[in-house]
């Protein structure tokens, strides 16, 4: 089957057929990257931005990376460095960057729905590298193919996803994906950071204690506490937070004995997740980051619209 | 000159006429109802066969921009969009810049409109200074100046114990005050509806609470102090509930909703539309029935549009980014009379609440068609097609969510103190 997007603005606009395409494009690119010469000539002479307006080292490297062992041209946008801060709008921004005929834009934003606003008013492809609360499709595609790697399927896995849901766009992407390929999905945190209706987005069980999600689980994945949460409304304290919802060694015992340990990063050590979880033999967390490349680079290629890889 | 209206439906809720008579204007006036009324020689004549002859609308709740937003909407156009729309007379909200707290502000408004404007504008002056929520407005030289009604519209009156003391206060000066009921505190930097739709577009919600909240504090505060209140922009069932509690228990309480809160519910916002973005926001399918169940029982007694025209630079953004707001006087008699259609009102209880209940909210002294009225009257279409197109709108904002959509039933002719201001071709 052919990818018919022109845009990847989130998972919850894709098949399960179209994930499974992206996964498996992303399954063969990741040979790539073990060559001696790491390049294939399959996006040459094609233009790609990287367009920040929030900071990013891992995904931002990571999409260059790709798209630079794919042969496109690449060039990064920070926030800091444009014009936005003299009081540009991203419509202007956008036409300014059209102008000078790109062919992919990769953006991270951080208002819900940036993405959408910005593939309706521009010709090239737009990939969503985060907005706001709502999606970060690269990152569950790479969660994905690092969990089919291990199990060598998705369907029926036991997927654990703790923390802050609420204004996590990691968890939004992985739920509507996994609950697409058939994972069944738990969620747990604090009701205050639970969004309305969580139950609904998905297969998915909103459980109020963490090891109510872990129990039995194949994969535990643990989201990043924003710090600022604390002492205002949300949370009371760090502390707390981490003695209830953070994971360590005996939680993870509850889960099943092979039990993938997943992070999006950057990690709170000490607070969602124990320094010895985080380095222990269930953590999977470095070879997320390796699929992160091959991933992106699969979705580069899709919404150039396809071709041969050689 | 002398204008007789022949053959029309007539529905004038006041008189509980609902029949086909004729209507003589003279002198800005209504003279007279009747069968065949002739027409002498200097007497224009309006064939109104197959038309429905109502009082004026009222619309009690829009924003004209004006002093200081006319990149917005000024009083020239939106009484354009007024007599567009069907309404004869607007109640304009003193959110302007500077904001309607002093009678100069409320002067010029009004001599602003009677040079310029095309249909009958009646200012609110602002409840508190500033709408800063910290000292009273003063009331009663508002109301010597021309002000209908105070309101701080937009924003609520934050201090409870101050908003004790404006409903004494008004009460005192006898001027209607109108709440905007929110908890800012619950709203927070709220996007839309907080729930499920909010969640999945992963949007902050501003929960239905923040206005049901609010809503009785109003309420208890209206019934503690025994003022009238009058409830803006009700959106929320439970906001239906608690209204319809205190009525029946005797507090002065009225209330308005607007048609988008009858007419959209939140599934309106995906695809971060942001001209379905406002303040309450689009909620649930649930709520929409309840605002009907509200308007069918009587709970609900005016339908007011909210008009809130925004520029296209401050619409056309990413959706946190974008002004709350829709424009509706253009919108709201087509949306209004699918009320009719869908036998939530009959046609006379609708036509109460778009001028007669307006009009006794506020003691504007019109929205009927007894013989010595002023001769504000509406003559609508009710059967002709339209679609809402942007390049066609009187107004000079374009906010809104309704472009596209063929609408049913449009205003013929508006007649404004026996003048034809707007005749539809």
Known sequence: ?310 | MDLLIKGGRVIDPAQQIDEKLDIRITDGKIKELGKKLAADKSCEVIDAKGLIVTPGLIDMHVHLRDPGLEYKEDIVTGTRAAAAGGFTSVVCMPNTKPVNDNKAITTYIIAKAKAEGLVNVFPVGTITQGMKSENLAEMGDLKEAGCVAVSDDGRPVTNPELMRRALEYAKGMAIPLISHAEDLGLAGDGQMNDGFTATELGLKGIPWVAEDAATARDVYLAEFTNSPIHIAHVSTKGAVRIIRDAKARGVQVTCETAPHYFTLTEDAVRGYNTNAKMNPPLRTGEDVAAIKAGLADGTIDAIATDHAPHHSDEKDLEFALAANGIIGLETALPLALTLVEEKVLDLSALVAKLCLNPARILKLGRGTLEPGAVADITIIEPDRKWTVEAAKLASKSKNSPFLGMTMKGQSAYTIVGGKIVHKNQ
């Open chain 1, 1 to 310: 089957m052919a990818f018919k997007h022109k845009d990847i603005l989130g998972l919850q606009d894709l098949t399960a057929e179209e994930i499974e395409l992206l996964l498996n494009t992303a399954d063969n690119m990741k040979e790539i990257s073990k060559r001696e010469v790491k390049k294939v000539p399959t996006l040459r002479g094609k233009t790609v931005v990287n367009l920040f307006f929030e900071p990013s080292t891992r995904t931002r490297t990571s999409f260059e990376i790709a798209a630079k062992r794919l042969s496109a041209d690449t060039l990064n946008i920070s926030a800091s460095t444009s014009a936005v801060q003299k009081g540009e709008t991203l419509s202007d921004t956008a036409w300014n960057i059209e102008a000078m005929k790109p062919d992919i834009i990769v953006m991270r934003h951080g208002i819900s729905g940036a993405h959408h606003y910005l593939a309706q008013r521009v010709s090239y492809s737009v990939i969503n590298a985060g907005d706001g609360a709502h999606e970060h499709p690269s990152q569950g595609l790479l969660d994905m193919m690092t969990m089919r790697e291990k199990f060598g399927t998705l369907q029926g896995l036991k997927v654990a996803i703790v923390g802050d849901i609420t204004h996590s766009r990691v968890a939004r992407s992985n739920i509507y994906g996994l609950t697409k390929m058939g994972a069944n999905v738990s969620l747990a945190g604090p009701p205050t950071l639970i969004p309305p209706g969580a139950e609904r987005l998905g297969n998915v069980t909103v459980c109020n204690r963490m090891q109510e999600a872990v129990e039995g689980a194949d994969v535990i994945m643990m989201l990043r506490i924003q710090l600022e949460r604390q002492g205002k409304t949300l949370l009371p304290t760090m502390r707390e937070y981490s003695r209830y919802f953070g994971l360590s060694a005996d939680v993870v015992k509850m889960a099943k004995p092979g039990v993938l340990v997943m992070h999006p990063g950057p990690m709170n050590r000490g607070v969602e997740i124990s320094s010895d979880v985080a380095d222990g033999e269930n953590s999977v967390i470095l070879e997320q980051v390796e699929n992160g490349v091959a991933v992106r680079m699969s979705m580069l290629y899709h919404v150039s619209g396809g071709g041969p890889t050689e």
